[in-house]
């Protein structure tokens, strides 16, 4: 006599097009990573100010004699504190900070910002902006997190 062995399903197809439904949902905004890669990056901005471009590889290079003379202090890119403001603290001046569902702009409109951050003849380059591939590859596990989460809550 064969044997035979029946296995019935009685939902998992619609479940598994529920949860693509709703993944797919999220993907049409994803505002709520957005902001906390927005906030990470403003994290990120204020240790690298704090030590002077060494997060991430190297150190900024030290002024001049001549520009602490004309400065009245050695503190690098720290002026007013307008530039490490506009990359640290939401909603300051000179901040440019717009998030869209599917992606955001972030930077400053400080007039002296791009000098510092690629260099001159005169200055030299001390990129402010400055990533490391494990904030990228964080902020794509967050991204992805977030547009999956209806594959890992439970379904009654």
Do not use: C
């Amino acid at each position: 006599m064969p044997l035979v062995l029946n296995i019935e399903d009685y939902g998992t197809p619609m479940i598994v097009a529920e949860h693509m439904d709703e993944s797919a949902m999220a993907s049409l905004d994803l505002s709520e990573p957005i902001y906390r890669i927005l906030l990470d990056i403003m994290r990120i901005e204020r240790v690298q100010f704090e030590s002077e471009g060494r997060r991430g590889g190297g150190s900024w290079k030290k002024l001049a004699p001549s520009t602490i003379t004309k400065k009245g202090h050695g503190m690098i890119l720290r002026d007013k504190d307008e530039l490490i403001n506009s990359v640290t603290e939401p909603g300051a001046p000179h901040q440019i900070l717009e998030v869209y569902p599917e992606g955001f702009a972030f930077g400053t409109t400080r007039d002296w910002a791009e000098v510092h951050q690629y260099g001159s003849d005169r200055v030299p380059r001390r990129p402010f902006l400055r990533f490391l591939p494990s904030d990228a590859a964080k902020w794509s596990r967050w991204l992805g997190d977030h547009i999956t989460n209806s594959f890992r809550e439970p379904t009654l």
